[in-house]
T-cell receptor, first 114, second 111 residues
């Protein structure tokens, strides 16, 4: 299957770290992604990780991939109020029937309190 | 490099009408995918085009159709609109690395 699950809500205080978690079911994932969506906007690609990697760091963002448990996480260091948004986890799977398609979780609403 | 451009940004239609949405991909990208986003169903895949050919299709009725032109621009059409078609329609383009970049979306309201 191609189920992607993530918790719906996360609240943190400004300056703390945020960790958003995601699980997926298909072991044939090619890439795993994190997208950010602000109110009324489209999806902004935050970062992605190739399925043969364990970790990727990009400024305040750290992505960890545990292939054995099919678990992906996004850590945002020094979270700011501007980070408040919905964060989507997604995977791509390279099979003929899944070409060009991303499988998305339902999104995690991150709220950052000042 | 310009990003993915979707037009129009907002549309208001009435039931029974038809609508066409446009998507211009990032220069050099040959794949265009379309998604529907609603509060109830989340992000659902509509279809994907590569070099003017539909390679993949989601589970939507035949009222939803699309096409891609030789310059990789894509359009999607929804005929006989229903209230439930009200949604944010998102287009994404990808290049050789298959990383999908999204546009700002078209917000369709069906009255």
């Amino acid at each position: 299957g191609e189920d992607v699950e993530q918790s719906l809500f996360l609240s943190v205080r400004e300056g703390d770290s945020s960790v958003i978690n995601c699980t997926y079911t298909d072991s044939s994932s090619t890439y795993l992604y994190w997208y950010k969506q602000e109110p009324g906007a489209g999806l902004q690609l935050l970062t992605y990780i190739f399925s043969n990697m364990d970790m990727k760091q990009d400024q305040r963002l750290t992505v960890l991939l545990n292939k054995k448990d099919k678990h992906l996480s996004l850590r945002i260091a020094d979270t700011q109020t501007g980070d408040s948004a919905i964060y989507f986890c997604a995977e791509s799977i390279s099979r003929g029937s899944t070409l060009g398609r991303l499988y998305f979780g339902r999104g995690t609403q991150l709220t950052v309190w000042p | 490099k310009a990003g993915v451009t979707q037009t129009p940004r907002y549309l208001i239609k009435t039931r029974g009408q038809q609508v066409t949405l446009s998507c211009s991909p990032i220069s050099g990208h040959r794949s265009v995918s379309w998604y529907q986003q609603t509060p109830g169903q989340g992000l659902q895949f509509l279809f994907e085009y590569f070099s003017e050919t539909q390679r993949n299709k989601g589970n939507f009725p035949g009222r939803f159709s699309g096409r891609q032109f030789s310059n990789s621009r894509s359009e999607m059409n929804v005929s006989t609109l229903e209230l439930g078609d009200s949604a944010l329609y998102l287009c994404a383009s990808s290049g050789v690395k298959d990383i999908q970049y999204f546009g700002a979306g078209t917000r369709l309201s069906v009255l």
